[in-house]
């Protein structure tokens, strides 16, 4: 599966105070953007580029699929985590 990168940003789960607001931004951001390319497929994040381990900074991108993307992922490098869509706080939840 080739994705490419809709919009990134960088945080860390310990120590940045602003983590939720920028999870939640950067998800408002992306999905216009998506809908108004035209592109009807699944929609991914992606947790990447760490640092260290689970306390270290990481890279946080939402994705697309596409022929040409900038990630190419086998099927052992990865988990899909479903979301509720309808519910709000969906990636929330499930993350």
């Not at 105070?17 to 992606?46: F, R």
Request: glycine share 6%; net charge negative.
């Amino acid at each position: 599966m080739n994705l490419s990168i809709v919009e990134s940003i960088r945080t860390n789960n310990f120590n940045d105070p602003e983590i939720l607001k920028k999870i939640q931004a950067i998800w408002s951001n992306s999905i216009p953007k998506i809908k108004d390319s035209g592109y009807q497929d699944n929609i991914y994040g992606v947790y990447h580029e760490y640092d260290s381990n689970y306390q270290g900074d990481y890279t946080l991108s939402i994705m697309i699929e596409n022929k040409v993307g900038v990630l190419n992922l086998s099927e052992e490098n990865y988990k899909i985590f479903i979301v509720d869509k309808p519910d709000g706080e969906g990636i929330y939840q499930t993350w």
